[in-house]
């Protein structure tokens, strides 16, 4: 397999289950803005219901990390924002879809007072590496 490696214990620090805390990767760099739980048509996906709006917003992501040319195995880091740590379980059930546990990239999980509408419940972003 090639693509971005993964240190998910470094020397001296605790070991991540559920991210890794170093990747490191060489090519070409794609940021992907936070995604919310939109249907192509800007409709909210999911209303009230967690894993609906995460299935919505991993969509999201691998549309913009195609249209990149990039895919999850490119993915060096995620940023979850979330209206409430309750939800980080349907956030690792949808990544767990896309990104096999051998792959986790780093993460970082923020619970904010709000995101741009009360109906969303989370907001995903991304940072990947593609091999030139």
Known sequence: MTGPTRITAPDGVAPAAQYSHVVIGTGRFVAVSGQLALDE???LVGEGDPEAQARQVFENLSRCLAAAGATFEDVVKLTYFVTDMAYLPAIRAARAARIPDDRLP?????????LVSPAFLMEIEAFAVVAR
Request: glycine fraction near 8%; hydrophobic fraction near 60%.
């Open 41 to 43: 048509d800007g409709r």
């Open 106 to 114: 780093a993460a970082s999980a923020v619970q904010v007072a709000a």
